[in-house]
């Protein structure tokens, strides 16, 4: 694995500071899957004779951590060197002020994008009684991405198990097994392009016209949120700018 | 005064057209709703007065799918969307639209959909739609309304606004689209269905304001295919305070026969709603050619 692949994921090993890593191992090996995951879904598997694999099917839970209490953290997103090789070729948006040109090219780079990089489902399985359940918990949040490190191999005691894979790969790669091997907090110059990419900048917003037949009460407006802009609430501004600050004072940090 | 409070208890959706067009506006009328079997997950169309399919409500279906192995002309002929003017997303987890992927007509349609944050799988497939727009961010929390010819209704809200900071937790069955199909009597009275996606019925503003018109309620899909999370006592106060007729409450309960998380959890409703519903199971109807089942009004 080379320096300039680990630069961009994990500048602080570069650097000789300790990652920050929810589960410490060594660095990654060539052996080991190395993936933005973003996560889509937490729940309890109350039933581990009925799982539901990644590619849709069902399938029986005979892993230990399926007798204690174990919690399916579905995720899914691409292998992190394919990210980060592609993401130059993205122009950056500004969500606030996205023109339609814009929004085509954004389009276009999407279904190239796809074309060539898989996106597995990757169902991480940890029981409640795990040490770590709860550092666990607390990193694979719903809506949040994180780097997951698992390596490929059969389901053994001991080990948290990952099932991966996507009905739409071939047959043999539907359903693969593996065991987690760590999981870090994405940086944020990455997290800034991944929530970017990954997003529906390349969708514009419908014109909803509205006409009161006289029978209706306008109905009360949503107090917007603390820290959206009332008129615009995607907008966000100030927290566009914070992951943007954030991003430059990483790299003058892990530059220095 | 007296009349300023029932007024106030009159609280109606905006009338709504999508980019120029109401989806309803040649529709004489609206017959009920229609949920398909896709095993576990949402497909399901509000019909005409022909029991045609005029608006497509999700497109999903993962686990136990009866499309797992079929050609996306068997997907489009069993749930035929490609005539609908408008298909809507609910929210984004892949069961609530991955049959679409595999589907060929459905994405030819003009698709309404939630801004969220969400997967890149998801961001993946609305690549591959053509007509496609966002219900924008700013009408978070407001009702709005297709009216059919005759007066019928179709409500719907983006519940709440979506979550983009990483720090915070967004559930996008919170912050999703839930509708509801309304029919009036020349009187005032009427009957309403409920269709609320994934989102805990609590979560609805206009619902509460449906319920206060003393709507009877006739049918229901059971959010996030029965789950017992996020059941509140908003939920609970809601369903036990809705004008019902004894025993006909249609309840849907659209999940696949197994899963994890061993939906249905039907328990909670008849605890709440005891004999006027009728519960019926989607993967119950997984016999014959009519692999759906209706809510008629």
Known sequence: ??????????????????????????????????HFAFVEDVEEVEEPAALEAPDASTMVGKHPVFRNQAVRFRTSGPDARMFLDAVAGFDQLDADNITDAQRQKRRAQLREFFKK???????????????????????????????????????????????????????AERIRYARLRSLAAVTPPVELRLRDIFSFNHIRDADISTEDDGSATPQPKPQPMPGLDAANPWKQTHRQEDYAQKAVQYQKLTQG | MSSERARELIVGGDLAQI????????????????????????????????????????????????????????????????????????????DHWCSAARAAAVRGATWLVPRQVTSPRAVRFSTELTDVSC????????????????????????????????????????????????????????????????????????????RAQKLTLRGLVAFHHGSRSHWTEATR?????????????????????????????????????????????????????????????
């Open chain 1, 1 to 34: 694995m080379s320096d300039e692949y680990l630069w961009d994921i994990y500048p602080d090993i570069v650097n000789g500071r300790e990652p920050p890593f929810v589960l410490l191992i060594p660095t990654p090996e060539d052996e080991d899957h190395v």
């Open chain 2, 135 to 210: 219900i924008p961010e700013s009408r978070v929390g407001q009702a709005f309304c297709f009216k059919a010819m005759n007066g019928d209704e179709v409500w719907w809200e983006k519940i709440a606004a979506s979550e983009p900071d990483a720090s915070k937790h967004e559930d996008c069955n919170r912050t999703g689209v839930a509708l509801a199909v309304v029919k009036r009597t020349p009187s005032g009275e009427g009957t309403v269905i409920l269709v609320p996606g994934d989102a805990p019925f609590g979560r609805v503003r206009y619902y509460e304001h449906l």
């Open chain 1, 117 to 171: 990089v898989p996106l597995p489902i990757i169902d991480i399985y940890v029981s409640k009684f795990d040490a770590d359940y709860k550092a666990i918990k607390q990193t694979l949040l719903p809506g949040s991405w994180t780097l997951v490190v698992f390596r490929d191999g059969a389901l053994e005691a001991g080990l948290r198990p990952v099932i991966y894979g996507a009905p739409e790969f071939q047959p």
């Open chain 2, 19 to 94: 980019d120029g067009f109401n989806p309803l506006a040649e529709v004489e009328s609206l017959n009920g709703v229609r949920v398909y079997d896709v095993g576990q997950g949402d497909s399901i169309a509000i019909l005409d007065n022909r029991d045609r399919p005029v608006l497509q409500i999700d497109y999903g279906g993962r686990q136990d799918s009866p499309f797992r192995d079929q050609s996306s002309e068997y997907i489009d002929k069993c749930m035929p969307a490609g005539d609908c003017r408008l298909v809507m997303v609910t929210h984004w987890d892949e």
């Open chain 2, 237 to 297: 106060r809601l369903l036990r305070t809705w004008p019902v007729n004894r025993w006909d409450v249609r309840t849907v309960f659209s999940c696949s026969r197994d899963n994890p998380f061993r939906h249905p959890h039907v328990e909670n409703y008849e605890e709440e709603m005891g004999e006027t519903i009728e519960i019926v199971r989607t993967p119950s109807c997984r016999v014959g050619n009519d692999r759906y089942i209706d809510i008629a009004f």
